[in-house]
C-alpha cells in the first residue's frame, strides 16, 4: 500500500481496535480519531506526549523508546507540549497517524500480546492529568458566525442592519491574549474591571455582573509562514495541525464600556479554555461539508474551491453549584459557520503577518439559526430578559459563581463518533 491508501485505511469505519473501550460507538476517541494531547500520570509526572483511545492514552515516548513508533526527531514525545512534533510537518503527523493506527488495530498483535509492554506505554486516562496541549505564540480570535454577530447587532444596534457593512467582506478578528489560555479543568475567577451602569454618569469599579461563555473551536497552526509571506486560501488547511474546543469567556458589562473604539481587552484577557486533545483535519476529513454560501462573493484572495465545513455537534451544559445534575443550554453545529478556518486564515496573513508553530485562532462564537442553537447566554437569554430554566430548579440569565461550563463536541459516523472530550471551567468568586 502506499501513504495515500495507508492513511486512508485509518478512516475506515469498520476499522476496530483491541482497546475494547475504543469500539464503544458513544466513545470520543475511537481507533479513527487518534487525538494528540500532553499528559503526566501518578507513576509519571513528566510530561510527555500521548494520544487518546478509548478510556486509555498510549504514551508516545515509551512507544518510541521500544523501538515501535518512528519519526524524524528522537525523543520528540517525550516535550512537555506538541510544538517540536508539530514542527516536523504533516508528513510526519500523518506518518505517526497511520503506525498507530495499525499498532492498535485489533489483529495487530505486536503490542496487543505484550503484556510488559502494555504496562508501560498504557495509561488509563482516569489515572492521567491532562495538560495545556500547546505552547502558544499568539492567540487570534474571530467573529465569524453569521447568526451570532446578527443576534448582537439587532441586540444592540438597529435590527435593520445588524451587520456592519465590513462583516460580509471579510473576516473579522481581533489579537487576544494567548498567555491566559488554559486547560480544561482549570477554574476561572471573576474578572474585575470597570462597568458603566446606566443611571450613574461615571463608570464604577467591581466584579462582572454579565460573565459569559463563548461556544467556539479552535485551530492550532501547523505550519507557519514567514513574514511578510501570505498564505493562500487554497493551501490554508495544509497549514492547520487540528481543533480544540475553545470557550472564550466573556465579560459582557466590561466589554460594553471598553470596547469602543479598539474592541475587546479586559473583557476577554482574563481566561480562554480550550480542550486538551488536538483533532487532526485528517480525522475530521469524513466529516466535510458544504460551508454556507457567502454573499456578496468574497474577493479573490478569500476564495477557494470545495467543502470547507465540517459536521461537528456541540453541546454546552451548566452544572450550578451542589448541582448533581448538568442542565444542557444549547446544542449546535460547526457547519454553520459563514467564514471557513481557511478564509481565516488567508485573511490573517494577507497584509504579511507571519505565524508560528502553536498559534492559536478562535472560531468566534457559534450560533445556529434556532434559539437553542445560539452559543452564548447573552443570545440564549436575549441580555438577561429571558432567563434559562435549569434542571433542578433555578433560573439563570448569566453565569453565576460555582458554575461549571462545559462545552462537548463530535462528529457522528458509522457506528462511531469523533469527539474532542470536554472543554470545562468552573467559577471562582472575584477578588475583593
Known amino acids: 500500500m502506499n501513504a495515500v491508501n495507508d492513511l486512508q485505511a485509518t478512516l475506515d469505519p469498520s476499522r476496530k481496535s483491541w482497546i475494547e473501550s475504543a469500539n464503544d460507538p458513544a466513545s470520543d476517541f475511537p481507533i479513527q480519531n487518534l487525538p494528540f494531547g500532553i499528559f503526566s500520570d501518578r507513576g509519571n509526572d513528566a510530561r510527555r506526549v500521548g494520544v487518546a483511545i478509548g478510556d486509555q492514552i498510549v504514551d508516545l515516548a515509551a512507544l518510541q523508546a521500544a523501538g515501535l513508533l518512528s519519526a524524524p526527531a528522537q525523543n520528540v514525545f517525550a516535550r512537555d507540549a506538541l510544538n517540536d512534533f508539530i514542527a516536523l510537518g504533516r508528513d510526519a503527523w500523518r506518518s505517526v497517524r497511520i503506525q498507530l493506527s495499525q499498532l492498535l488495530a485489533r489483529d495487530t498483535a505486536t503490542l496487543r500480546d505484550d503484556a510488559a509492554l502494555r504496562a508501560k506505554s498504557l495509561v488509563s486516562q482516569a489515572d492521567a492529568r491532562l495538560h495545556l496541549p500547546v505552547q502558544i505564540p499568539g492567540y487570534t480570535d474571530f467573529y465569524s458566525s453569521k447568526e451570532h454577530?446578527?443576534?448582537?447587532?439587532?441586540?444592540?444596534?438597529?435590527?435593520?442592519?445588524?451587520?456592519?457593512?465590513?462583516?460580509?467582506?471579510?473576516?473579522?478578528?481581533?489579537?487576544?491574549?494567548?498567555?491566559?489560555?488554559?486547560?480544561?479543568?482549570?477554574?476561572?475567577?471573576?474578572?474585575?474591571?470597570?462597568?458603566?451602569?446606566?443611571?450613574?454618569?461615571?463608570?464604577?469599579?467591581?466584579?462582572?455582573?454579565?460573565?459569559?461563555?463563548?461556544?467556539?473551536?479552535?485551530?492550532?497552526?501547523?505550519?507557519?509562514?514567514?513574514?511578510?509571506?501570505?498564505?493562500?486560501?487554497?493551501?490554508?488547511?495544509?497549514?492547520?495541525?487540528?481543533?480544540?474546543?475553545?470557550?472564550?469567556?466573556?465579560?459582557?458589562?466590561?466589554?460594553q464600556w471598553e470596547y469602543v473604539?479598539?474592541?475587546?481587552?479586559?473583557?476577554?484577557?482574563?481566561?480562554?479554555?480550550?480542550?486538551?486533545?488536538?483533532?487532526?483535519?485528517?480525522?475530521?476529513?469524513?466529516?466535510?461539508?458544504?460551508?454556507?454560501?457567502?454573499?456578496?462573493?468574497?474577493?479573490?484572495?478569500?476564495?477557494?474551491?470545495?467543502?470547507?465545513?465540517?459536521?461537528?455537534?456541540?453541546?454546552?451544559?451548566?452544572?450550578?453549584?451542589?448541582?448533581?445534575?448538568?442542565?444542557?443550554?444549547?446544542?449546535?453545529?460547526?457547519?454553520?459557520?459563514?467564514?471557513?478556518?481557511?478564509?481565516?486564515l488567508a485573511h490573517h496573513t494577507v497584509a504579511g503577518c507571519n505565524t508560528r508553530v502553536g498559534d492559536l485562532m478562535g472560531s468566534g462564537t457559534i450560533s445556529g439559526p434556532t434559539e437553542d442553537s445560539y452559543g452564548s447566554l447573552l443570545e440564549l437569554t436575549w441580555n438577561g430578559n429571558k432567563p434559562l430554566e435549569l434542571k433542578e430548579g433555578g433560573t439563570r440569565t448569566f453565569i453565576e459563581d460555582g458554575d461549571e461550563l462545559t462545552l462537548v463536541g463530535w462528529c457522528q459516523g458509522d457506528g462511531y463518533r469523533v469527539g474532542f472530550g470536554a472543554c470545562a471551567g468552573e467559577i471562582l468568586p472575584a477578588r475583593n
Open 149 to 255: 454577530a446578527t443576534n448582537v447587532g439587532a441586540m444592540f444596534r438597529d435590527p435593520k442592519n445588524a451587520l456592519l457593512p465590513n462583516w460580509s467582506e471579510m473576516p473579522i478578528g481581533y489579537n487576544g491574549r494567548a498567555s491566559s489560555v488554559v486547560v480544561s479543568g482549570t477554574p476561572v475567577r471573576r474578572p474585575n474591571g470597570q462597568l458603566k451602569l446606566p443611571d450613574q454618569e461615571r463608570p464604577v469599579f467591581g466584579a462582572c455582573r454579565k460573565l459569559d461563555i463563548e461556544l467556539e473551536t479552535g485551530f492550532i497552526i501547523g505550519s507557519g509562514n514567514a513574514l511578510g509571506e501570505p498564505i493562500a486560501c487554497e493551501e490554508a488547511e495544509a497549514h492547520i495541525f487540528g481543533m480544540v474546543l475553545l470557550n472564550d469567556w466573556s465579560a459582557r458589562d466590561i466589554q
Open 261 to 344: 473604539p479598539l474592541g475587546p481587552f479586559n473583557a476577554k484577557t482574563f481566561a480562554t479554555t480550550i480542550s486538551p486533545w488536538v483533532v487532526t483535519l485528517d480525522a475530521l476529513e469524513p466529516f466535510r461539508v458544504a460551508q454556507p454560501g457567502q454573499e456578496p462573493q468574497p474577493l479573490a484572495y478569500l476564495r477557494h474551491r470545495g467543502e470547507h465545513a465540517f459536521d461537528i455537534h456541540l453541546e454546552v451544559t451548566l452544572r450550578a453549584q451542589h448541582a448533581q445534575q448538568a442542565s444542557t443550554i444549547a446544542r449546535t453545529n460547526f457547519k454553520y459557520m459563514y467564514w471557513t478556518m481557511a478564509q481565516q
